[in-house]
């Protein structure tokens, strides 16, 4: 997607007309829609636009207070993000008790290069507010006695620090539509499996079940549907025989946090592109997204199919 172009979502609750409501007020304003994608998800209306303002015939101050009411009518909730408002990208981290992503985005993100902050860590549990105090960062915790997070107070958290990327690390919930539509391709998830094998919970267990020989680790965008979303960055290991859940664990957890961290890396940089269900790079030469360079070194190259219809037409032509 053009990074110039200006991002609108929409969401709330499915009606007829909505469309036609939303476009025909741009183009009232000269605003030309560049691309358009909506989705409806347990009742629930999403409708992201990518527009261009270049020959707007109002300001954006203007813009935003005219689909601010618009929506408001309607009864929906808008966000126009303008690709000027922010040279770095605020980021807030989503976990729940396991520390390693966590941490490894905090070393990457302190990076003096690393063109993005971590604004806030949220989580289901009080579990990570130490590491989170360590790194002067702000925590908050939205989850009840049983880790059931409020998803109302979630949202207000990422307004409230003008979050453009979400981060779970190892958030052991799943976020509603509410959320996700919220956040169209700005939530990256780590999953420890290489999806889609083993979607869900237990996937480490479920590579053991099924006697794998490679399991690995894999951070995608998240989308309303269960591990589904468009793949950024893969990491594999061997499974050794007789091995445990214990024993991946410690196997996949530096991997997670390694694939999170690239994944991490290449969305703050503008080096992926999304589109029918799946990522690009805009620039590879400094992308990792999956197995290193030596490993395709020791990969063999031969024997590979050939084309034999040379060879049948010769025999052909000598049997006649």
Do not use: W
């Not at 690709?83 to 070393?107: F, G, M, N, W």
């Not at 409020?150 to 307004?159: F, G, M, Q, V």
């Not at 409230?160 to 956040?183: C, H, K, W």
């Not at 991490?264 to 030469?285: A, K, M, P, Q, Y």
Request: net charge negative.
């Amino acid at each position: 997607m053009n990074p110039d172009l200006t991002e609108i979502t929409v969401v709330g609750d499915d009606d007829t007309g909505l469309l036609a409501e939303i476009t025909s007020l741009l183009f009232e304003r000269d605003i030309n829609i560049e691309d358009l994608d909506q989705a409806v998800k347990d009742g629930l209306f999403r409708m992201t636009m990518h527009v261009d303002i270049s020959r707007m015939s109002c300001s954006k101050t203007d813009l935003r207070e005219a689909l601010t009411d618009r929506c408001g009518e309607l009864g929906m909730d808008v966000t126009v993000r303008f690709p000027s408002e922010s040279d770095t990208r605020s980021i807030a981290v989503l976990a729940t008790k396991e520390s390693h992503c966590l941490e490894a985005l905090l070393d990457e993100c302190t990076a003096a290069e690393f063109p993005g902050t971590i604004d806030v860590v949220i989580g289901n549990h009080p579990d990570l507010k130490p590491v989170a105090r360590r790194n002067d960062i702000p925590f908050h915790d939205v989850g009840d006695e049983n880790g059931s997070p409020d998803e109302c107070e979630l949202l207000d958290r990422l307004e409230e620090y003008g979050t453009d990327l979400v981060v779970l690390a190892r958030y052991m919930r799943i976020l509603s539509p509410e959320v996700v539509f919220r956040y169209r391709n700005r939530i990256i998830n780590v999953h420890p499996s290489l999806l889609p094998a083993f979607p869900g919970a237990s996937a480490y267990m479920q590579a053991i079940e099924e006697g794998v020989r490679i399991a690995g680790v894999t951070a995608h965008y998240v989308t309303p549907d269960l591990d589904q979303g468009p793949i950024i960055t893969q990491r594999a290991f061997n499974v050794p025989d007789d091995a445990t859940e214990e024993d991946l664990q410690a196997l996949g957890q530096p991997l997670e946090a390694d694939a999170l961290v690239e994944a991490v890396r290449l969305h703050v940089t503008d080096n992926l592109i999304t589109g029918r269900g799946r990522t690009h790079f805009r620039d590879e030469s400094d992308a990792n997204p999956g197995l290193p360079q030596e490993i395709d070194d020791l990969s063999p190259s031969h024997p590979v199919d050939e084309s034999i219809s040379g060879d049948c037409e010769s025999k052909s032509t000598a049997d006649d």
